[in-house]
């Protein structure tokens, strides 16, 4: 287990003196815990050894020099948190123990952070409410990404630098509707999804459609018999994979993204990816590349990534393995999400500790990022390469996707693992005396 890394500095107001403690943070190996305010904890390092509990006595070094006269507010801490939301706040619906505490102990103290999942579906407006009711604590879209939240920028910036609010898009989800509902929220004008193709063109699926009901329920005409498609966007886990593949597929394969066309340049050696994806085809997005989520069953079940796997298996067989699946990935470990959640995390510190503008305030140092999921919260923090010289930091907790028991090592080591959100909270607490 790794310490973590990189000095802090702190004053508080206290009847009317000022205390500036001149110290550096504690490393994490030499925190001691004994049966107070951190949680104990028992964790595993990468190489599967057992580390000893550790304890709530802090040990620093600490001179004060007191200022006599009006007391000053404290400067703004210079760390802040990002947390995924299943598996380190929520199991399936209900909040982990610890989690509302967590979070409330940060608001308290005006400690910036950001929520930044992998999850998606509703509009970020409606899902922030939900949070809210479920932890008991009032959260806001100002410090809130999910998987699909980047797609925003693809509005007026799209595909070759020309923004797609007026193009036809293509979007699917576990409830293609509503993700319909959230891409024209965020400004896109025109969005088809697989229903309106299905109901236009029922021999496209030549099988009894396995949510027909749904599909009638939610149609709308197309704006042509053969539409133009410009972008297709996986916005969560699709629930009708055979459906879905078959129209990406055929939009993949199609001459200019024109449903129901096939590009002559397919297959052709003479070109560029042997002519796949060469000849003016929608580009693909997906919003996540998760192969497991934290759900109610007992072992992690199939996610985004699963279907991404699954459309470029038949990518693969369609292309005689000559070409792989052209596309781009978003969500966590990928550094665009991160930037994106980093610039978020910015504007909202700045306005929450800020009076006078963002130029005003000092850098953010250390953002600790708090996951389940070494594949995608850990690896995400560890890679990440901050623009603004921020140093982000991994913390696994063990009540979601990885377990030591069940995943052994963690296939991208964290900083540091600990129980559940609670201890995480408490332990960067302690570490920058704060």
């Known amino acids: 287990m790794k310490a973590f890394r990189n000095g802090a500095s702190l004053s508080s107001a206290a009847s009317g003196c000022i205390l500036r403690p001149h110290h550096t943070p504690t490393p994490l190996n030499r925190i001691r815990v004994s049966g107070g305010g951190l949680a104990r904890q028992r964790g595993v390092d990468v190489g599967g050894r057992v580390l000893s509990s550790i304890s709530t006595r802090i040990t620093t070094s600490r001179s004060y020099s007191i200022d006599h006269g009006t007391a000053k507010p404290p400067p703004p801490p210079p760390f802040a948190f990002a947390f995924d939301i299943d598996g380190v706040l929520l199991h399936v619906a209900k909040p982990i123990p610890g989690a509302t505490y967590a979070l409330k102990q940060l608001q308290k103290r005006n400690i910036p952070f950001i929520l930044l999942t992998n999850g998606g579906g509703k509009h970020e407006t409606d899902r922030v409410k939900d949070l809210?009711?479920?932890?008991?604590?009032?959260?806001?879209?100002?410090?809130?990404?999910?998987?699909?939240?980047?797609?925003?920028?693809?509005?007026?910036?799209?595909?070759?630098?020309?923004?797609?609010?007026?193009?036809?898009?293509?979007?699917?989800?576990?409830d293609a509707a509503k993700c319909r509902d959230i891409a024209e929220r965020y400004g896109f004008k025109n969005v088809i999804i697989p229903a309106d193709i299905l109901a236009a063109q029922p021999t496209i699926w030549p099988f009894e459609p396995l949510m027909k009901e749904v599909y009638a329920a939610t149609a709308r005409p197309?704006?042509?018999?053969?539409?133009?498609?410009?972008?297709?966007?996986?916005?969560?886990?699709?629930?009708?994979?055979?459906?879905?593949?078959?129209?990406?597929?055929?939009?993949?394969?199609?001459?200019?993204?024109?449903?129901?066309?096939?590009?002559?340049?397919?297959?052709?050696?003479?070109?560029?990816?042997?002519?796949?994806?060469?000849?003016?085809?929608?580009?693909?997005?997906?919003?996540?590349?998760?192969l497991f989520w934290s759900a109610a069953y007992p072992l992690p079940r199939f996610g985004q990534g699963a279907f991404q796997a699954a459309l470029a298996g038949v990518w693969d067989e369609v292309t005689g393995g000559r070409a792989e699946l052209e596309r781009t990935t978003i969500g966590k470990p990928h550094a665009?999400?991160?930037?994106?959640?980093?610039?978020?995390?910015?504007?909202?510190?700045?306005?929450?500790?800020?009076?006078?503008?963002?130029?005003?305030?000092?850098?953010?140092?250390?953002?600790?990022?708090?996951?389940?999921?070494?594949?995608?919260?850990?690896?995400?923090?560890?890679?990440?390469?901050?623009?603004?010289g921020t140093r982000w930091k991994s913390i696994l907790v063990r009540t979601g996707v990885w377990s030591p028991e069940r995943g052994g090592s963690p296939a991208y080591e964290p900083d540091v693992i600990v129980k559940d959100v609670r201890e995480a909270v408490d332990m960067v607490l302690a570490r920058e005396a704060w």
């Open 336 to 388: 665009r999400t991160y930037g994106f959640a980093e610039r978020v995390l910015n504007a909202h510190r700045a306005r929450m500790l800020s009076a006078d503008g963002p130029d005003k305030l000092e850098p953010l140092k250390r953002v600790y990022m708090v996951g389940d999921n070494p594949a995608s919260d850990i690896r995400g923090a560890n890679e990440y390469v901050s623009p603004l």
């Open 132 to 174: 809210s009711n479920r932890l008991g604590i009032e959260l806001t879209t100002d410090n809130f990404v999910q998987s699909h939240t980047p797609f925003q920028e693809l509005v007026h910036h799209g595909h070759n630098s020309e923004g797609l609010r007026d193009k036809n898009i293509l979007v699917t989800g576990s």
């Open 222 to 290: 197309l704006p042509s018999p053969n539409p133009k498609i410009d972008a297709i966007f996986v916005f969560n886990d699709p629930r009708d994979w055979a459906l879905d593949i078959q129209i990406i597929a055929d939009l993949l394969l199609s001459q200019q993204g024109v449903l129901g066309t096939y590009s002559p340049k397919n297959g052709n050696a003479d070109l560029p990816n042997e002519g796949w994806q060469r000849d003016g085809q929608p580009p693909l997005f997906f919003s996540n590349p998760d």
